[in-house]
């Protein structure tokens, strides 16, 4: 049996900012049972909800050192879904009204974690042979494994992966600061390991010392060794790029169904949504205060409002669109300027455009199956999600060709019949909205070729089986 510890900031359905929380909630489950023992430590934050924390089972506690401090560890456990859980228990660090606050806080806190998440290995009696660490918030794990634990016989053999999510967040923080936080000795500060521009960076300390590093699209994995996108570690992932590997993201087929959603005013399959997913839209529309109108072409749109995800092009078309004979859904949150965009929009064309600036799991499965087309036009994009969400309801994704919107997105050729959606190159909102122009001429002219290219999107094969494979075959390597 090969033992492989997921450590994780977040994980769906116990707490969720983003699509990080979809991978670590779905890709355990997709290894064969009979040959891997995949478990998953995360924190136990008090906002995660009162339904998940009243099952969680106290295990044991004890008191580990982080730089001068000594701190207590708790650690709870928790079989969902086949899948056994650890969570680490601290009240001082864990209490926030969300899982991130304050960077200042978030580094003492993510450093606690990563060093717990080892310690705590002894005590549940659970020796992974492989430790896959996700983002800056864990980068400490394979150092603290170097730096503390390698001596030990329990941990010497184990062996560390880094996935980079998004290189954009980085754990940057001072590095006497950072040096008496970790407790680590002055040895690992220096540029060619935690040091990056004077500063500790906790992504850095992960990608230097993780025996390998993936990245969620081949394309983002090729991006991030170039200035533009590598976030100013653009040299050390070339200096790695031997050990650095893109395996695409998937999505829940389970959780992500348009036949059994229980969100959904009408199910549909890729055999009936020709008559049925239309149901939704009627049901969506109603819901909103849209105008009611089956044949509008509606653009959904459901994000974190950020930069990374292209809504200064969204902004600056926003008036022209609004022009066209289409009608825009938005669900989000983020900053201020885009949230207060989309309400001013909502207000000026009232029953076109519908601002929701919240989240909700429910409303975000109604968008992705009552709309025609969803808009993404991002900046930079390691994975995303939501376009293979929209695929596989049959929502059309217009996208910018970057990351992983470049590996799961085919752009529709006319002449040929292919694609399941439509993109751009160039980072540029006129580029932006030709194409969402284009697709909406496709959309009332060429209903056919829509529906066909709907066919396509929902045969589309975004499940976790070709990745979880990939991932299989690297544990597999690197165990030995
Ligand atoms: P990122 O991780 O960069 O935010 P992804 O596309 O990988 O982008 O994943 C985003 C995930 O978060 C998707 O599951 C999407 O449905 C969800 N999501 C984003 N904003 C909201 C919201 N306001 N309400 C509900 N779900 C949201
Ligand atoms: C990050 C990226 C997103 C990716 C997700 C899951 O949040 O921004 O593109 O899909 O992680 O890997």
């Known amino acids: 049996m090969k033992k492989v510890l997921f450590v994780a900031s977040e994980c769906v359905p116990f707490i969720k900012t983003g699509g990080l929380a979809d991978v670590v909630g779905s890709l355990p489950k997709c290894f064969p049972k009979e040959e891997y023992d ?113 001596t030990d016989e329990f941990y010497s053999r184990m062996k560390t992966i ?33 040091e990056a521009y004077g500063d500790a960076n906790y992504l850095k300390g992960g990608l230097v ?40 993201n998937g999505i829940d087929y389970d959780e992500y169904n348009p036949e059994t959603d229980p969100f959904l005013a009408k199910n549909y399959s890729a055999k009936n949504f020709r008559k049925e997913k239309v149901k939704n839209k009627r049901a969506l529309q109603e819901e909103l205060g849209l105008e009611q109108d089956d044949k509008k072409f509606l653009v959904g749109i459901v994000s974190r409002l950020t930069d990374q995800k292209g809504f200064d092009l969204i902004a600056y078309m926003m008036d022209e669109m609004c022009q066209q004979d289409m009608q825009f859904v938005v669900l989000g949150t983020g900053e201020e300027k885009y949230e207060n965009m989309f309400r001013h929009f909502a207000w000026k064309y009232s029953g076109k455009v519908s601002a929701n600036i919240f989240y909700s799991e429910a409303l975000s499965h109604k968008i992705y199956a009552s709309c025609d087309a969803f808009l993404m036009p991002s900046l930079f994009e390691p994975c995303g999600l939501s376009q293979l969400m929209s695929l ?89």
């Open 209 to 248: 010392y993780a025996d390998a590093i993936t990245t969620v699209s081949d394309t983002y994995a090729e991006e991030i060794k170039t200035p533009f996108y590598g976030e100013h570690l653009d040299g050390l992932m070339n200096a790695r790029a031997n050990s650095l590997r893109g395996i695409v």
């Open 392 to 480: 596989r309801y049959g929502t059309l994704p217009i996208v910018r060709e970057t990351g992983g919107l470049k590996d799961t997105v085919i752009p529709y050729n006319e002449y040929e019949g292919t694609g399941t959606g439509f993109s751009f190159a160039n980072y540029n909102a006129h580029e932006m909205f030709n194409t969402l122009k284009y697709a909406e001429y496709i959309y009332y002219q060429k209903k056919r070729e829509w529906n066909k290219m709907v066919d396509r999107a929902m045969a589309a094969d975004f499940s976790w089986t070709a990745s979880a494979k990939k991932y299989a075959e690297m544990y597999d390597w690197m165990i030995g």
């Open 38 to 150: 995949v478990r998953v430590v995360l924190p136990k934050y008090m906002c995660m909800k009162e339904e998940f924390k009243s099952q969680m089972q106290y295990i044991t506690h004890f008191y580990m050192d982080l730089g001068w401090r000594s701190q207590y560890v708790g650690v709870l456990g928790l079989v969902y879904d086949g899948i056994q859980f650890y969570f680490v228990d601290n009240e001082y660090y864990f209490a926030g009204p969300k899982p991130y606050g304050n960077i200042y806080e978030d580094i003492e806190k993510f450093a606690f974690f990563s060093k717990a998440a080892l310690s705590l290995l002894p005590t549940v009696g659970f020796q992974p042979d492989l430790i896959h660490c996700h983002d800056w918030q864990t980068g400490l794990v394979p150092v603290f494994l170097k730096a503390c634990f390698y």
């Open 162 to 194: 880094m996935t980079i999510h998004n290189l954009k967040f980085q754990g940057v923080w001072d590095l006497k600061t950072v040096q008496n936080i970790t407790g680590l000795p002055s040895y690992y500060f220096t540029p060619d390991k935690l």
